[in-house]
């Protein structure tokens, strides 16, 4: 299906989940009643309750040389000025005795989906909500272990970390400006709380908003074009930072870090699909990762990308 498909669907007020790609060329869409015919399971809840549990992953290290050699190809472009941000990922081998189902029954998660039997992710991170004409966005960047002496103020006030959450508050807001009038950013860097599997991590947000038409209902898919792939997971500039991105880390991100979303007839509410697993002929990998800047410490990074494989 085509994104100017949504555009008709919305048209006629008829709810749908969709499911795109980092790239936005692969876009699957299902009727909300006949998903349980297409084996898939999603749950977005805001408020979810956590419930504990014991499972958790056996990791491989990923190859350190791996990555610092796109570590350092990124710190080249980002001196030549291609790019000023690039969200570095690459997959990791895990074991666990769990299927697909069994994760996403165990995992907790604002968004959560189990695409048939070949992955599931559980993520923490909104990409759009449009409620009464208003589209919102949530963009995460800055990352920390919960457990860090002063955490909350470390990581708030790491000159590195600001200058990244800036540059993606401002692609986001250019994004938005895209599809919206009156952009405005109603919450600046503020924190909160992600349970990570046998640790907690503090994550850094932001809240951006936009006012549309009247008719956004009819232009769904119009919307979602225009400003996938998300900003939180790409960089700036987007388009040469994605041509980077292609380049550098040499594996198909495919569905991780593309976005997935309810349309109910009258919202819409969508997440950025990070907190990945996808099924191998040979088992599992986990594939996450963080930003790089021209200031980022290649160890810090690592242990970012590492931290950020659980299941919450």
């Known amino acids: 299906m085509r994104f100017k498909d949504l555009n008709s669907l919305g048209k006629k007020r008829e709810p749908f989940l969709f499911v795109s790609d980092f790239k936005g060329q692969n876009l699957e869409v299902f009727s909300l009643d006949k998903l349980q015919d297409a084996d898939i399971e999603f749950c977005i809840d805001k408020n979810y309750r956590y419930k504990a549990h014991n499972n958790f992953l056996d990791k491989s290290k990923s190859s350190f040389d791996n990555y610092k050699?796109?570590?350092n190809t990124i710190q080249e472009h980002i001196k030549n000025g291609d790019t000023y941000l690039l969200n570095l990922t690459q997959p990791t081998d895990v074991k666990t005795s769990l299927s697909l189902t069994e994760i996403y029954t165990y995992a907790n998660a604002h968004y959560k989906l189990r695409f048939k039997d070949k992955f599931v992710c559980f993520s923490p991170e909104s990409f759009i909500q449009i409620k009464e004409n208003k589209i919102h966005t949530y963009p995460m960047k800055?990352?920390?272990d919960a457990n860090i002496c002063d955490a909350k103020e470390k990581i708030l006030n790491n000159k590195k970390e600001m200058a990244e959450h800036i540059m993606v508050v401002d692609l986001l807001r250019n994004d938005l400006s895209i599809v919206s009038t009156n952009v405005t950013v109603d919450k600046f860097r503020y924190i909160q709380k992600i349970d990570a599997g046998d640790k907690e991590l503090l994550q850094v947000s932001s809240h951006i908003s936009g006012t549309l038409e009247d008719s956004w209902h009819d232009k769904i898919g119009d919307i979602?074009?225009?400003i996938l792939p998300a900003g939180s997971i790409s960089g700036t500039p987007k388009k040469k930072t994605i041509e980077i991105i292609q380049k550098v880390e040499n594996y198909n991100r495919g569905y991780f870090t593309g976005v997935f979303g309810v349309y109910d007839g009258d919202s819409l509410d969508s997440g950025v699909m990070i907190?990945?697993?996808?099924?191998?002929?040979?088992?599992?990998?986990?594939?996450?990762?963080?930003?790089?800047t021209c200031d980022s410490n290649i160890s810090e990074e690592y242990q970012e990308l590492q931290d950020k494989?659980?299941?919450?």
Do not use: M, N, V
Not at 309 to 312: H, K, L, M
């Open 69 to 71: 050699q796109k570590f």
């Open 142 to 144: 800055g990352t920390i």
């Open 275 to 292: 907190r990945f697993i996808e099924k191998q002929e040979d088992g599992y990998i986990y594939k996450s990762g963080g930003g790089i």
């Open 224 to 226: 979602l074009k225009a």
């Open 309 to 312: 494989i659980y299941i919450p």
